[in-house]
Each structure stands twice: as structure tokens, then as C-alpha cells.
């Protein structure tokens, strides 16, 4: 999604951008493979599977609508109000994730605990490949980064591993400030954080959550969905920032 500014350069030669919110998973990194978690998880239970039951562990886990599975999470009622508030509170984010994986057929004790685990873990993440790229030059234009995520656990550590937590000039994180995308008061927080007009901000994003940010006035992008490592379209940003 990308709508058009009003037109006008400001004295820097840039468009009608001074800052740009990233959201986190989707947009600038993405869970591994989760025939890896699976099969990771599975040790860190004691076990060896095959990589046949590696597969059909992770297909039947995937179904249940695992993040990053791309499939409609399946909610049971018996952790329906944990699922409400995952985003808001970390012991909430760990049961929901791991109630949703333990109803998957096949998951054994243990594996869903150890999924969760993988899935907070920094060594569980990828970063796309023009996500690095990307955020450098941005920096190198002077553009502030805000962090703008819908999360429940602390995202810190997952980009210091990735090696790009350094261009983030503002945390924005849902279970810290206590608002979700797409509430309006999460993007206003991030405008606050980087003191920049919210007319003025580039969101970059991959779900409707994420233009949530149009309603105060920021220009909005989503990027397509990809698997982790691949390149997601972030080089379209650096075209944005100058001719929005």
C-alpha cells in the first residue's frame, strides 16, 4: 500500500519523508524454516526424528496457524483470552503460541515449550536480504528508524543478532507501550519517539495492521510475503523516501 504525498521537496532534496517506521517479523526478518524449528525443538526434547516426521510435524503445526505459516491461527476457546492479549503481555504470547502448537496432531510432551522457546530465541530468526542493505542506506540519508511491532517478548535481542539493531533509533514495541497496530496510538508513540510529524513518516509493513499508520496521516508500504533469507522488496523503500 502506498499513497501519494502532496507534492513538494523540502531544502534536503527529499520528498515528503523525514523518518521511516519498519514493522519487525514479515518486514525486516523472518521466523527459519519451521522444519528447523521442529526438528530443533525435538532435540532440545531428547529427541531424533526423521526427516519424514520432521515434515509432517511441522505441516500439522503450520496448519494450526503457527507464525509465519501464512495460515488462519486456529483459537480454542481454552486459550482464546491469552490469544486477545499475546501482543500485550509476554506470559500470555508464550501460552497462546504454545497452546496453539500442542493441538496439532503428533506433538508429543515438551515439543510446543520448546517450539515457544525457538521462537523467542535470537538464533531463530533470518533477516531478508535486502533488509541490511536497506537500512543502511537509509542511515546513511539520515533518516531515523522507528521499530513498530505487534510482540509480545522483547525484539532486542533477535536484530542485535542480526546485526541490525544498531539502525533502530526507537523501540516500539505493542507489549511495552500497551497498544496494538493498528491503533492509532501506537504510530503517534513512534512519530513521538523520532519527534516527527506523522505526515511526514514512511510506514513499512506487510499487513493491513501495519497501514493502520494511514490513519494519521503517514504514508503506508507493505511488502509481499517471503520466505526467510529471500528478498522481500525493501529496496522499493529507498525509491519511496525520496518520491513520496
Known amino acids: ?10 531544502d534536503a532534496g527529499r520528498g515528503g519523508v523525514d523518518a521511516v517506521l ?8 523472518q521466523l527459519e524454516p519451521l522444519t528447523r524449528s521442529v526438528a530443533l525443538a525435538a532435540e532440545a526434547c531428547g529427541k531424533q526424528l526423521s526427516p519424514l516426521a520432521v515434515t509432517a510435524l511441522a505441516d500439522a503445526i503450520g496448519a494450526q496457524g503457527w ?13 482464546a483470552e491469552a490469544w486477545a492479549d499475546r ?14 502448537a ?3 496432531h503428533g506433538v508429543f510432551d515438551g515439543l510446543a515449550t520448546a517450539l515457544y522457546d525457538r521462537l523467542a530465541s535470537p538464533e ?48 516500539v514495541l505493542s507489549y511495552e507501550v500497551g497498544y496494538c497496530k493498528p491503533d492509532e496510538k501506537i504510530f503517534y508513540a513512534a512519530c513521538h519517539a523520532l519527534d516527527v510529524e506523522p505526515s511526514r513518516v514512511l510506514m513499512v509493513g506487510d ?5 493502520g499508520a494511514a ?14 533469507g529471500r528478498t522481500v522488496g525493501l529496496e522499493a523503500v529507498l525509491r519511496l523516501v525520496r518520491s513520496c
Request: aromatic share 10%; with cysteine.
Open 22 to 29: 519498519f514493522d519487525f517479523h514479515g518486514t525486516l526478518a
Open 124 to 171: 531463530g530468526w533470518v533477516a531478508f536480504a535486502d533488509t541490511l542493505s536497506t537500512l543502511v542506506s537509509l542511515k546513511a540519508q539520515g533518516f531515523p528508524i522507528a521499530l513498530v511491532s505487534n510482540i509480545g517478548f522483547d525484539a532486542r535481542p533477535i536484530l542485535r543478532r542480526l546485526g541490525i539493531d544498531r539502525f533502530i533509533d526507537a523501540w
Open 102 to 104: 500442542a493441538q496439532a
Open 1 to 10: 500500500m502506498h499513497r501519494d504525498s502532496s507534492p513538494g521537496d523540502d
Open 67 to 79: 507464525l509465519g505459516s501464512g495460515m488462519e491461527p486456529r483459537v480454542r476457546p481454552h486459550f
Open 215 to 228: 490513519r494519521i496521516g503517514a504514508r503506508c508500504y507493505l511488502v509481499p510475503h517471503a520466505e526467510a
Open 87 to 100: 501482543d500485550l503481555d509476554e506470559d500470555a504470547h508464550r501460552e497462546a503460541f504454545t497452546e496453539l
Open 207 to 211: 499487513t493491513m495492521a501495519d497501514a
